[in-house]
């Protein structure tokens, strides 16, 4: 079985931090280009972050720039997104997935379940 699997999602007050996990199991990330996108009620799924295979190379949405970091640790197979200073807007479904192409374009082939984050007073 090849999964992402998708954790740490959840009801959080404005302003407020979150960190969202990405596992894998049935492969291993460590060659592969791993990204971050969401996707908000009526609205088309968005990018949010990119990382290299190395973890030297990142890349971030507008929207997101200077208050989400994306990492990896490529030794637990996991990566991860830390999300501070968060808004309403930043309410969505949020999914990892994988891939060869590093960017924010919708090239990934594999894809976790998604994980709900809600930003509410």
């Known amino acids: 079985q090849l999964q992402l699997v998708e954790s740490g999602g959840g009801l959080v007050q404005p302003g407020g931090s979150l960190r969202l996990s990405c596992a894998a199991s049935?492969?291993?990330?460590?060659?592969?280009?791993v990204a971050w996108f969401r996707q908000a009620p009526g609205k088309g799924r968005e990018g949010v972050a990119c990382i290299s295979s190395s973890g030297l190379s990142t890349q971030y949405a507008d929207s997101v720039k200077g208050r989400f970091t994306i990492s990896r640790d490529n030794a637990k197979n996991a990566v991860y997104l830390q999300m501070q200073s968060l808004k309403h807007e930043d309410t969505a479904i949020y999914y990892c997935?994988?891939?060869?192409?590093?960017?924010?374009?919708?090239?990934?082939?594999?894809w976790g379940q998604g994980t709900q984050v809600t930003v509410s007073s």
């Open positions: 049935g492969f291993t990330l460590d060659t592969l280009v």
């Open positions: 997935a994988a891939g060869k192409i590093y960017g924010l374009g919708l090239t990934y082939p594999t």
